[in-house]
T-cell receptor
């Protein structure tokens, strides 16, 4: 079990550029979540996938953000025309949903984005 | 809408002393509750979870938490703190709806400092 991995770990970009992050979940997990964490705050939910279907998106996810999970495996989160307010840690989590519905989410190390 | 309040932003304890971190939640139905720990530069590690059953749950690293429905609380405890416990602790609540997403709502975290 290699856990959830995220790439890159750090990204520095200039305002207006596009960035893409990748998340590789634990192999047998069918759910994948994206969260955003700003300094001094807890993580905030962005979106989640069950297999390849994106089932829910937060209001935080503006139209500059897009997420995909082709083939229900890894996922990508793209931010277009980055703004300084996008600077944050982007966390990915995966889980295996159980009958009770209380899936346990395992988090990756995160990608820290800095927009200059 | 679900919410979590962690009233203590910072807590300092001496090594060997007992610890209690407070968490209050707001959720209309039976919640799924979690405590995570985050060390600097690291992702979130699950300490323990409550889905149903016994209201006193045991977790890793000697932590436990008690679910009190009447007080809408899920406080984290440890009888004897170790210097390595210094980190940020997050309480989270999930809807846990079977077939739907279990997006987590996190508190703002409690930063624990351990004095030697």
């Amino acid at each position: 079990d290699t856990g959830v991995s995220q790439d890159p770990r750090h990204k520095i970009t200039k305002r207006g550029q596009n960035v893409t992050f990748r998340c590789d979940p634990i192999s047998e997990h069918n759910r994948l979540y994206w969260y955003r964490q700003t300094l001094g705050q807890g993580p905030e939910f962005l979106t989640y996938f069950q297999n390849e279907a994106q089932l829910e998106k937060s209001r935080l996810l503006s139209d500059r953000f897009s997420a995909e999970r082709p083939k229900g495996s890894f996922s990508t989160l793209e931010i277009q025309r980055t703004e300084q307010g996008d600077s944050a840690m982007y966390l990915c989590a995966s889980s295996l949903v159980n009958i009770a519905g209380g899936d346990e989410q395992f988090f990756g190390p995160g990608t820290r984005l800095t927009v200059l | 809408a679900q919410s979590v309040t962690q009233p203590d932003i910072h807590i300092t304890v001496s090594e060997g002393a007992s610890l209690e971190l407070r968490c209050n939640y707001s959720y209309g139905a039976t919640p799924y509750l979690f405590w995570y720990v985050q060390s600097p530069g690291q992702g979130l590690q699950l300490l323990l979870k409550y889905f149903s059953g016994d209201t006193l749950v045991q977790g890793i690293k000697g932590f436990e938490a008690e679910f009190k429905r009447s007080q809408s609380s899920f406080n984290l405890r440890k009888p004897s703190v170790h210097w390595s416990d210094a980190a940020e602790y997050f309480c989270a609540v999930g809807a846990g709806v079977t077939g739907g997403g279990n997006k987590l709502t996190f508190g703002t975290g409690t930063q624990l400092k351990v004095e030697l």
